[in-house]
């Protein structure tokens, strides 16, 4: 904790800008209780972390708000705080809110009367948790905005490229009308990370664009990064068939049922070869991460489907797609329904008639690029 009472009844925020010789001083003259539990709680000035409070003995309070607070943690929620005050914010550090027993890091009011709890998360957070916490605070109309710690220090470089994140990363992912993005922070570089226009490949796997932003060039409401322009996502388009082209030569060494791959099968009966692949077979949409597997194989499965129920390619009724998601092995949701109903949409605009058909690349990107920044599928 950086915020205790004095036993002047005093709130007391320890700062980065006040030396150490004068907090120990401090120390000496006073003593400080929790806020919550009010209990006696000992002000820590060692080497290892920056000063803070911490409660004498493992209790309650422990448990339910601290969860064994690092020294990135206290770092990071010291220097936010600093940030919201240069930018002369109305806020707290670490109040508890008793309405609804939650303590956010930082509350943040601004002049529209807006409230915002800002959460650094450098621990693992339950989803339920994140959930149940996140839906606190909207009940009582405060803001929730959930910033992870920097995941892996090789993203410092800016620009595009491939990253890996897990499950506990994604469910901090924002979403505005034109893009999925990622705001990080990493309190030892103080700056933050953002990992921008998220193009989902496979699995764990996305293309981004990662941009850093130092400390003090922050501004509130935080940054918004910029929509991919034409030029990046041809970059994107070309890191994607990268990765589609080493997916493929995997796929063909280690087949999964033999003769019962739906993939392989669907590219026998529909005369194709991994090398002759159409480039609008594995293209990149969004509603792609609620699929199974890598687009290229749903994507072939569908060309197969069409053919066998003899349909005019692109020309499918919902219940055919429900039909197309059931034989694929794939879940029936409104996410899987609406991309296929997407790539259906595109082989139209494609104006594609035959799986032989050819596609020029600059075309194929125009449609897809206008589908990539088109909000959809309420991913
Ligand atoms: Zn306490």
Redesign the pocket.
Known sequence: MLVAITDQNERFVICSSTPKAIYKKIREERTFF??????P?QFKIGSVKIPHFS?LSN????LR?SEGESEAHLLGKQQLYELFQSLQLNVELESYLPFIKQRPDLLVKTSKDNTFAIEFQCSTISKEKYLYRSKGYLDNNIIPIWIPYTPEVKYFESGITKISLNEQLRQFIQTTKTQLFLITYHPYKKQFVYFSNLLHVKDNRYITRVQTLDLNQQLFPFYLPKKLTKLEFKQYFKTYVDTKKQFLKYRLHFSRKGVNDLFLRSLYELRLTLSSLPNFIGVPLRGNESMKGFAVEWQAALFYFMQLSGSVYGSIEKQDILHFLKWAGIDQSDRTIATVHEYCNLIKKLSIHHVQDSVDDGQLIDVLYDQFLALNNGN
């Not at 929790?34 to 209990?39: A, G, I, V, W």
């Not at 209790?59 to 422990?62: A, E, I, K, Q, Y």
């Open positions: 929790c806020p919550q539990c009010k209990q709680v409660h209790n309650d309070c422990d708000f």
